[in-house]
């Protein structure tokens, strides 16, 4: 069947009628779900946001009210079984906490509501760590709870004594699974199936709250909340660091938007149908008088000189091929237009100009060149020229334009924005009658391809230059480029040509296969590969490169070739070895000492420990690494240093001492810091950190001290150790403006019972006297024996002289009940002499003097009692 020209402009109209209804629709539906999509997305962002900072809130709300229940509880709260029973019992947390737990300092489960039979231990779990080691409020993250094997989540607050001494923890905790702040976000619906999730942050998030409970502790995804096309908002925790997200199945999301496509589509199809048959019906209708039309013309070529009326008058098709007949004499008219259209259309700048220089006609690309407006054609280009040599150059010019000869010109101009530019003028004279008549040229501006060309220059010679090794091949890696460097490196004489050479020329291979296998294809994929590689030299020798490979594309992405960048490392692998020797020697000589050695930056982080480290801070060796100084040591022993580091950190090396107490051990060391600086032999980068246990030293030193201020006999301080409290106490009296009292005590007839009972019988009464002198005086006050039967007693923070009548009398009444040694019992007294110091005008000499006069005048008046003087005014009591 032929087709007519009705039927293809029929099929193609109709064509296009379905096409742009088609683009139409599709234009629209995109518009609408692009709009549709943005809306949902703003929307349950904002539920989300706002679902998040409600359970945030209650979290929160959560936290102080375990807190506050925490400071009402304090070391009396875990005395005894009946204490934390009453202290659960009475606290509101089980209305709020799924359970609430006291806890020891060893992590175990000391009492719980509800409660639990068997033993529970936390003291494992990291969050328990935490919270004893700073201190500090512990959420757990998600985990299997020990009392209830439940998922749940706990939390640690420390509880306080008056000294701010953490005596134990209050902990309770929330299962995931049961209604609470978090079990009911698990149940609540959105919209037609929606669900919230929280999960845990980090590398690896797990589930904390999902709508299926065999869900929860599992790894979590946005891959898997998200289904299957479905709308996924996320919003974040500040309490915990959680993350919460809010998950709208598509078929729920977009249902709107599929109801809204179906009935679109519906529209546009009937709209296309009906444009169709409206376009063919038209179509057949307009092209009828085509027929006649071709009849007259076929009539025409038959006889040319026959009378074929051309009907030039009609509006139609038939009118205007009769027109285009009747008008060609017209042609050259038609053309030229034409012309005028191309040469505006060309990227090139086009001119004309009259005998007279004057521009007669510019193209667009000309003006766009020269920076000029249509209305500034005519000699515009004049101005960009400089002032001083303007008329100069017109006058030029207007000579050039009446030569008959082909001209070109490369000129630098400056036009009216600033803008230098570097243009090519070719133009050549246009002659009518031999006479020139004007000029006809182009213009283009070659200043991105002459700055090209300068910088391809400028790269060749730096790669002729350079001592790194620089090739390029094609596709296939045939090499079609080596410059000096790299021909002097394989043997290949510079004028030698290299086009039969391959990269299997020049590589071993196991490096041929790694190219192959991982560099080629990543250069490839990315457009660049970064490495090192062994290359082989004109001996075939084997020696490392750094490596670069580029692949180069054309403009429409084709890959044309590769270039390769390499630089001989082989001298700075060598060092490279010998540092890494080295180092090794210095970690196994620091590893070897007894002491703990470590390197920390300028950050306080740790970055090398020796083998003395390991286990020391509970942490293995390897562990310690990136941890900073206050992270490892805790706040409390950090803020303890903290000056000496900042010392060290000045560029000043830090000697000194400490000891740590913890509950079970004393221990001192001796810390050595010596700071670590630049190259350039003034910043401090960090510091070297040397630490000695000298705690054996220190406990000797303590006991030789302690011998030398102890009666062997009774373990009461001797006469160095009263004479150094004495001093002591007489000086700090005035400033707390507290009295003092110093006693001198004598055994009455002493030497009777040693002469009698013997020595070893005296030595037990003078220990049992030393306890029962320490049972009549306070703790704050210190008894001394300064040799045979002669104690005293430094009596402080007195009121009043009554206060030390009281306890004169009361050491009078402790000497007056019998002493059983062994099968012996004994009835004694004893003298006392009392020095009331008020804390003016006296030295422990004249205090002392005053004391013993005193024990004499108590001898004198018959024994067994007691005289005093209030210093200065020495009056007896």
């Not at 699974?177 to 845990?200: K, M």
């Amino acid at each position: 069947m032929r087709l007519t020209l009705p039927i293809k402009t029929a099929m193609l109209t109709t064509s296009l009628v379905l096409a742009l209804v088609g683009a139409a629709a599709a234009w629209q539906y995109r518009s609408l779900s692009n709009k549709y999509v943005s809306l949902m997305q703003e929307q349950q962002q904002a539920m989300t946001q706002l679902a998040a900072d409600g359970i945030d809130y209650k979290i929160g709300t959560h936290l102080n009210l375990l807190a506050r229940e925490a400071r009402g509880a304090n070391a009396e709260t875990f005395s005894t079984a009946q204490a934390q029973q009453r202290f659960l019992q009475e606290s509101r947390l089980r209305t709020t906490f799924d359970g609430v737990a006291l806890i020891a300092l060893d992590g175990n489960m000391v009492a719980s509501d509800p409660p639990n039979a068997k033993a529970v231990s936390i003291a494992d779990r990291g969050y328990f760590q935490r919270a004893r080691a700073g201190g500090i409020t512990a959420i757990s993250p998600p985990l299997r709870a020990r009392t209830t094997d439940q998922p749940a989540i706990v939390i640690v607050v420390p509880v306080k004594d008056r000294h701010a001494h953490v005596v134990g923890f209050l902990g309770a905790g929330l299962e995931l699974t049961r209604p609470n702040v978090l079990g009911d976000l698990a149940r609540a619906q959105v919209g037609g199936g929606g669900h919230y999730v929280i999960e845990t942050a980090g590398p690896d998030p797990v589930y904390i709250v999902h709508p299926d409970p065999t869900q929860v502790l599992q790894p979590a995804s946005v891959e898997a909340a998200d289904g299957f096309g479905g709308l996924v908002t996320s919003a974040s925790l500040p309490t915990t660091g959680w993350t919460l997200r809010l998950v709208l199945p598509a078929q729920a999301a977009y249902a709107p938007l599929a109801a809204a496509r179906s009935t679109l589509l519906s529209q546009m199809l009937l709209l296309a149908l009906v444009c169709s048959v409206l376009v063919w019906a038209g179509t057949v209708w307009l092209m009828h008088p085509m027929g006649k039309l071709h009849k007259a013309i076929k009539k025409l070529r038959q006889s040319p000189d026959g009378d074929v009326a051309l009907d030039i008058r009609a509006g139609d098709e038939r009118g205007d091929l009769a027109r285009e007949f009747d008008a060609l004499m017209r042609d050259l008219r038609d053309k030229r237009s034409e012309m005028a259209a191309v040469m505006d259309a060309s990227p090139l700048g086009l001119f004309r100009a009259d005998a007279e220089g004057t521009m007669v006609y510019v193209n667009d690309a000309y003006l766009q060149i020269h920076g000029l407006d249509r209305s500034e054609a005519s000699k515009g280009w004049l101005s960009l020229i400089p002032e001083d040599i303007r008329p100069q150059v017109w006058r030029d010019w207007q000579e050039l334009v009446t030569k008959n000869q082909p001209y070109r010109l490369t000129q630098r101009l400056q036009r009216s924005d600033g803008a230098a530019v570097l243009i090519s003028l070719q133009m050549r004279p246009v002659v009518a009658d031999g006479r020139v008549v004007g000029q006809v040229g182009t213009l283009s501006d070659i200043t991105e391809r002459t700055h090209a060309e300068q910088a391809l220059r400028t790269l060749t010679a730096i790669f002729e230059a350079t001592p790194d090794y620089v090739v390029q091949l094609d596709t296939a890696g045939k090499l079609t480029y080596m410059n000096p460097a790299a021909r002097r490196c394989t043997g290949i004489p510079l004028d030698a040509s290299i086009t039969h050479l391959q990269m299997a020329d020049f590589n071993p291979p196991e490096t041929l296969a790694r190219l192959y296998n991982e560099v080629v294809p990543t250069a490839v994929k990315t457009g660049l590969w970064i490495g090192e590689s062994n290359i082989w030299n004109a001996d075939h020798q084997v020696f490392p490169v750094s490596h670069l490979v580029i692949a180069h594309r054309d403009k429409n992405g084709k890959l044309e070739r590769f270039s390769g960048i390499m630089r001989d490392i082989s001298a700075a692998k060598a060092t490279e070895r010998a540092l890494s020797e080295s180092e090794a020697r210095l970690r196994t000589m620091a590893d070897a000492l007894p002491m703990r050695v470590a390197y920390v930056d300028a950050s306080q982080r740790y970055q090398f420990v020796n083998q003395a480290y390991d286990g020391t801070f509970g942490f293995s060796r390897d562990a310690i690494p990136g941890r900073t100084v206050e992270e490892l040591l805790g706040e409390t022993a950090y803020r303890g240093i903290e000056p000496h580091l900042k010392t060290v950190l000045a560029g000043e090396p830090v000697t000194f001492q400490n000891e740590v107490v913890t509950a079970t051990d004393h221990v001192f060391y001796e810390a050595n810091y010596i700071p670590q600086r630049a190259a350039d032999g003034n910043t401090v980068i960090g510091f070297h950190a040397v630490t000695t246990d000298i705690t054996r030293q220190k406990r000797e030193e303590r006991r030789l001290v302690q011998l030398a201020n102890q009666d062997p006999l009774t373990g009461l301080g001797n006469r160095t150790a009263f004479e150094k409290r004495l001093a002591e106490s007489m000086a700090t009296g005035p400033a707390e403006a507290a009295p003092m009292a110093l006693m001198y005590i004598d055994i009455d007839h002493f030497k009777q019972i040693n002469d009698r009972w013997g020595h070893l019988c005296g030595d037990a009464l003078l220990r049992a006297v030393a306890v029962r002198l320490l049972r009549a005086t306070r703790a704050a006050d210190f008894v001394a024996r300064l040799g045979g039967d002669e104690f005293t007693v430094i009596l402080q923070a007195l009121r009043t002289p009554d206060d030390a009548r009281a306890v004169a009398e009361k050491i009078l009444k402790e000497m007056s009940d019998p002493f059983v040694l062994d099968d012996r019992t004994l009835n004694i007294s004893a003298s006392i002499g009392v020095a009331y110091y008020e804390g003016e005008g006296a030295t422990p000499k004249q205090l002392t003097q005053k004391a013993d006069e005193m024990l004499y005048q108590a001898k004198g008046a018959g024994r067994n009692n007691w005289r005093m003087a209030t210093f200065p005014e020495s009056t007896p009591a």
